[in-house]
């Protein structure tokens, strides 16, 4: 599982991870019924302190992103949840304020926000079927 | 401080101040105590050539060597670094010559200059004529020598070397010069004449040769360390030493056996860091009396005064041996002009009282074997020259004097001694660990012991005027020092600076102490009367030993805990 | 609640004429790391010899375990582990004889992991102190420190001088100990960046006194940097309350503020500042906007 930390913008070192962790879920990295690694082991391979880890696992848990097994380890709860849903829902809705925050602050108008979508989105979909093709040509 | 040369005087001036102090007090007192001591006997230059003479050899042989032998350099000679003591000026913007040159003739000229000081004060008070140029430069030649050979090599082996050779260049160059004025007269008296140490100018010229050389080699010997090189001739020696000794490493390695305990480690911890050094000392000095024993013999081989050379050295040697090892076993660091103890020893989860013991432990049992084994030497060289009848002689008068005693008075002397010897031991301890915190008030209080030395001195030349004053002091004394015991020992018991079963045991060897002293004194009695002052002061004196155990943990602790 | 660890109460220390530590109150309670921060000289060091019985507190009290560490030195210093900003060793030992004579003092001595800690550092057993560099000394002296898995490991400025690799050992050995049950680190460093991803709570030192305290993340979450520009120049700003520290950079103020950030921002609004960015304040910028040379924050 990888983590990476930063101190650079003031975010709690365990939101940080929390906030990794659901981006892994969300985009399939972690699958359901995955056990994360244990406490000491994670906390050893960022360097942080044990306790950081546990507030992390704890807050996961109340969000409903992973669940503990009799003490014997945490693993990741089931995203097809409408729980989990919403969790997805909610990293989408920080990228766009962050989008659109970043584009206020550039004197960018919402239109204009939303015409760069629809640009950046065709530009996605044609490369998309461009590497399909290639992989079929030579698959 | 315009220039190098005035920094590095400021900074030499700084971290031996208190040191030269220190010694010209002990010159000071020691000059005074001879001074009254020749008064006694009555013995001047016009009245008694001879015995004149013995005494100023004694004294001259006193002075050189208690010059010689200054604290500031005999400290570099056991130095936790090899070479040079001043490392921090390689760093600085001056030349290697200039770095080695100022304080070696700094440590000189306090050396010589010391040297005239004490002679002069005592040729002027005692009337006894000393010869000053050609022992001062005696002095400076020797300092400048035993400097060298201090500070130009690199390893403790090159170390001892460098002390061994010049040590036996002097005791050869100076038999050879006795040998040359072919005197008849045992060598005490000889030393003595007046004429003796008046030379000619060769001799100076030979002198300050051996100085040039002496630095030479030490600025040789320190450019190298500067740059990181090392005696090439030392390190081929060593490396085929190491080598010898690797493969015996490797078969056993010992040291992955546990420690029985933290008592087992702290004497492993105590012995690797002071008792090797005080167990070499202990074997190699006895050839320091017997090469003079052997000398002695061939000059006069008609007198025979190796028995009472040899009865004298061992009596001193368990003292000397206890002096070096408590400088020691105090764990002081000197750093810089600084002394603390390091953060490694304070913060070791012993008691302050077991941490003494320890010590106390390995320098007696250091002091023992080095007094067992010169004792032996003492032996093995009379057994070869074949002079036991002397030692008869010696056990004659001795039992003559004393008088006809059962065989256990000989235990409970014996034990009184090792006891009394054992609580001197933690009275030195104490003295090292105290003295770097009070410096001032140590100074104080030698300055006014050497006002009333003089006093003394005085009075005595003058038919004893101020008896009432001895007397008052006698049992003022005995009142202070009583008070003092038993406030030290409720402070080490308040504090637990010593735990219970250790003071039991003291306690329980304080008692065997007071029993024999007791036993002795009444056994001594009807023979001589002691004055009611003594008295009360040496029953004040017999709760010392006992306050010794309690006074060494409260320095220690005061050490520890800031 | 578990028992505090350490409790020390209204200390104080002068040497001479210089304060070193000025009525100083905290605790230490077990599971947990702490990070001791403060600019040189302003009484960590004396702080920590405080707790080792290395400083009889002459004025207010301190307790480890329970007890005097100046009374009962045995019991203390048996469940501590040191290690001194100086690297304090006997230059004389070897690494293994080191570890045996330290391995005598106390009894919970773990030899496997002390062999495993002298594997990962990449040590030579057989090497004598004197010839180690600084970072392998660091080393050597955690190894002694941490191998009978203390209660309290105190480390005195850890990091100093020493490479990234050897850093990340030290952290790592903290997080080791602490992972234990009912066991506490406390940490002194001029690296705030550490300090900051390391510890759970945080002690900040200033002139001797203690000028913050708290659970990490609550003091990042309470301090906030703010971005201000103002139409004007402006020379200075007036006081504001919770306002740290203000610095300038042509027409933007960096502003670091504790606690009610509303408040500030309507009042720096009230004089034509608007606030272009918020966020957290890095320990770095809290530590610096409280005891650095354009703070604000004058508590006597």
């Known amino acids: 599982m990888r983590i990476e930390i930063s101190l650079q913008d003031g975010v709690p070192i365990y939101r940080q991870i929390v906030n990794q962790v659901k981006y892994l879920i969300a985009s399939g990295q972690l699958d359901a019924g995955e056990e994360l690694p244990p406490i000491r082991t994670l906390a050893e391979q960022l360097l942080v302190t044990p306790n950081t880890i546990v507030k992390a696992y704890g807050a996961m848990e109340s969000e409903g992103l992973v669940y503990k097994r009799h003490g014997a380890g945490t693993y990741v709860a089931d995203m097809k949840s409408p729980l989990a849903r919403k969790e997805q829902k909610k990293i989408l809705a920080q990228r766009a304020d962050a989008l659109l925050a970043e584009a206020s602050q550039l004197n960018f108008t919402f239109d204009e926000v939303l015409d760069l979508l629809r640009n950046r989105h065709t530009a996605l979909n044609k490369s998309i079927s461009k590497e399909s093709n290639n992989a079929r040509k030579h698959g | 401080m315009r220039t190098p040369l005035q920094a590095m005087l400021w900074e030499l001036w700084r971290t031996s101040r208190l040191e030269l102090l220190f010694r010209v007090g002990i010159h000071v007192f020691f000059i005074l105590f001879l001074c009254g001591f020749t008064a006694e006997t009555g013995v001047t230059e016009g009245t008694n050539i001879g015995e004149a003479n013995v005494l100023r050899g004694v004294i001259i042989l006193m002075l050189v060597s208690g010059c010689v032998f200054s604290i500031t350099w005999l400290a570099s000679l056991d130095n ?16 290697t010559t200039a770095l080695v040159l100022v304080p070696m003739i700094y440590l000189v000229s306090t050396a010589v200059v010391g040297f005239l000081f004490s002679a002069t004060l005592y040729g002027t008070l005692s009337g006894i004529f000393i010869p000053l140029p050609g022992l001062a430069s005696i002095v400076a030649c020797l300092v400048t020598c035993f400097i060298a050979a201090s500070w130009s090599p690199t390893s403790m082996a090159g170390k001892w070397i460098g002390t061994i050779t010049v040590a036996i260049a002097l005791i050869g160059s100076y038999t050879v010069f006795h040998i040359q004025r072919q005197d008849p007269e045992p060598w005490i008296l000889a030393m003595g004449k007046s004429d003796y140490f008046v030379l000619a100018w060769q001799y100076y010229a030979v002198f300050l040769v051996t100085c040039a050389i002496a630095a030479v080699v030490t600025v040789i010997g320190v450019d190298r360390q500067r740059h990181g090189d090392d005696w090439e001739i030392g390190t081929f020696i060593l490396s085929g030493v190491t080598r010898f000794r690797a493969q015996p490493k490797a078969l056993a390695s010992p040291a992955t056996k546990p420690f029985t305990g933290r008592v087992a480690a702290q004497i492993w911890y105590e012995m690797r860091r002071f008792g090797c050094k005080m167990l070499l000392i202990g074997v190699l000095t006895p050839l320091l009396p017997l090469a003079a024993v052997c000398i002695g013999d061939w000059l006069n081989p008609n007198t025979d005064f190796a028995p009472v050379m040899w009865l004298v050295i061992i009596f001193i040697c368990p003292f000397a041996y206890q002096l070096v090892g408590s400088d020691e076993a105090t ?29 106390l432990l390995v320098i007696a049992v250091c002091s023992l074997i080095g007094f067992v084994w010169m004792g032996m030497t003492a032996g093995l060289h009379s057994t070869v020259v074949g002079n036991w009848d002397s030692w008869d002689k010696i056990g004659e008068t001795t039992s003559a004097i004393i008088g006809d005693v059962p065989g256990y008075w000989w235990l409970v002397g014996i034990s009184n001694a ?107 009695s009807p023979s001589f009367a002691i004055p009611t002052p003594v008295l009360a002061l040496s029953i004040s004196l017999l709760l010392v030993p006992l306050a010794a155990t309690a006074i060494a943990p409260l320095a220690l602790a005061s050490h520890r805990h800031g | 609640m578990p028992e505090n660890m350490v409790e020390v109460h209204q200390l104080s220390r002068q040497f001479g004429t210089t304060r070193a530590l000025d009525g100083l109150s905290l605790e230490v309670q077990p599971g947990l790391v702490y990070g001791l921060v403060g600019a040189n000289g302003q009484g960590k060091t004396t702080l920590i010899k405080h707790l080792l019985g290395l400083l009889r507190a002459k004025q207010g009290s301190v307790r480890v375990f329970g007890m005097d560490p100046v009374k009962h030195p045995v019991n203390v210093l048996q469940r501590v582990g040191y290690l001194s900003e100086e690297r304090d060793l006997p230059e004389w030992m070897r690494i293994d004889e080191l570890l045996r004579y330290t391995a005598a003092y106390h009894p919970k001595w773990d030899q496997s992991y002390a062999d495993e800690l002298l594997e990962t550092f990449g040590l030579d057993k057989a090497r004598k102190i004197k010839e180690l560099s600084k970072g392998m000394r660091a080393q050597a002296g955690l190894i002694a420190a941490a191998a009978h898995r203390p209660e309290l490991l105190l480390l005195d400025e850890p990091s100093t001088g020493l490479d990234a690799v050897v850093r990340k050992d030290i952290l790592n050995v903290i997080i080791r100990t602490v992972a234990d049950e009912g066991r506490a680190a406390i940490f002194s460093s001029h690296l705030l960046d550490e300090v900051e991803q390391m510890s759970d709570y945080v002690f900040m030192i200033d002139q001797g006194k203690l000028v913050l305290r708290g659970n990490l993340d609550k003091i990042k979450e309470q301090h906030h940097l703010l971005s201000v520009r103002f139409a004007t120049s402006q ?48 320990l770095q910028e809290i530590f610096v906007a409280r005891v650095g040379r354009n703070s604000l924050s004058l508590e006597e």
């Open chain 3, 235 to 282: 020379e200075t700003l007036p006081p504001i309350d919770d306002v740290l520290s203000a610095e300038q950079h042509g027409k933007t103020w960096s502003i670091v503020c504790n606690g009610a950030t509303q408040k500030v921002r309507e009042s720096l609004g009230e004089i034509g500042g608007e606030v272009t960015q918020t966020r957290n304040a890095s």
């Open chain 2, 80 to 95: 936790q670094h090899i070479g040079f003591s001043f490392r921090l000026g390689f760093s600085r913007p001056v030349s």
């Open chain 2, 418 to 524: 090792l006891l009394l010897y054992v609580s001197s031991s933690s009275m030195l301890l104490a003295f090292g660990l105290w003295l770097p915190l009070y410096p001032t008030r140590y100074f104080a209080g030698v300055v006014v012991a050497f006002f009333h030395i003089v006093l003394a001195v005085w009075d005595a030349k003058n038919g004893w005027a101020l008896q009432p004053l001895w007397i008052a002091y006698g049992y003022l004394f005995s009142v202070v020092i009583f008070i003092g015991c038993i406030f030290a020992l409720r402070k080490a018991l308040i504090t637990r600076a010593i735990g219970k079963r250790l003071f039991g045991c003291a306690f329980c060897l304080w008692l065997i102490y007071i029993g024999s002293s007791l036993a002795i004194y009444v056994k001594a």
């Open chain 2, 331 to 359: 764990g002081l660091r000197r750093k810089q002009g600084a002394t603390e103890l390091s953060v490694f020893d304070a913060t070791r989860s012993m008691p302050n009282g077991q941490l003494i013991a320890i010590k």
